[in-house]
T-cell receptor
């Protein structure tokens, strides 16, 4: 059974640029959630996708957007990058939508200069 | 305003002894609680969960206790092992299986188990 994978591992961008992060969910999981983890903080919920539809969104501006594909993999897009967007971005997949057990990937470390 | 609080940033315990990690929450609508463990350069790993209809759940060396009236939960690790050294996150869900999909995390407690 393959776990959650994310790419790339690390990324450096400059302010104002756009970035796309990718996630492959665990086999059999139809739900993907994205979280942002700043240094010294717990993960903060960005949004969740269930069967290609958004299923809840946290307190993040519209320049954070996402997609889920028919194979349940997902993308997180961030436009007009700001310095405060520097963080670890975590993807998690689950068997059920909502707030049950979610299984996390290793994350993508984004640095905005 | 933090809805899930882990007030101890760090905890140091001797190998073989009990580790107790604490978590408080403010929202009485939370109905599902989870603990995750995180090693450096890895994503959080699910450890154990508990539904609000229970007050205890055990899985091997890990036990989670829930006190709904006090809005408090704790994770007990017995016996503690050096490999348990990691950051532990408490998380709560206001909507298990529902339409919101979010887990709300505390800031974490760094556990160090000394040989």
């Amino acid at each position: 059974e393959t776990g959650v994978t994310q790419s790339p591992t690390h990324l450096i961008k400059t302010r104002g640029q756009q970035v796309t992060l990718r996630c492959s969910s665990q086999s059999g999981h139809n739900t993907v959630s994205w979280y942002q983890q700043a240094l010294g903080q717990g993960p903060q919920f960005i949004f969740q996708y269930y069967r290609e539809e958004e299923n809840g969104r946290g307190n993040f501006p519209p320049r954070f957007s996402g997609l889920q594909f028919p194979n349940y993999s997902s993308e997180l897009n961030v436009n007009a990058l700001e310095l405060d967007d520097s963080a670890l971005y975590l993807c998690a997949s689950s068997l059920v939508r909502g707030g049950g057990e979610q299984f996390f990937g290793p994350g993508t470390r984004l640095t905005v200069l | 305003d933090q809805q899930v609080k882990q007030n101890s940033p760090s905890l140091s315990v001797q190998e073989g002894r009990i580790s107790i990690l604490n978590c408080d929450y403010t929202n009485s609508m939370f109905d599902y609680f989870l603990w995750y463990k995180k090693y450096p350069a890895e994503g959080p790993t699910f450890l154990i969960s508990i539904s609000s209809i229970k007050d205890k759940n055990e899985d091997g060396r890990f036990t989670v206790f829930l006190n709904k009236s006090a809005k408090h939960l704790s994770l007990h690790i017995v016996p503690s092992q050096p490999g348990d050294s990691a950051v532990y996150f408490c998380a709560a869900s206001p909507n298990y299986g529902g339409s919101q999909g979010n887990l709300i995390f505390g800031k974490g407690t760094k556990l160090s188990v000394k040989p």
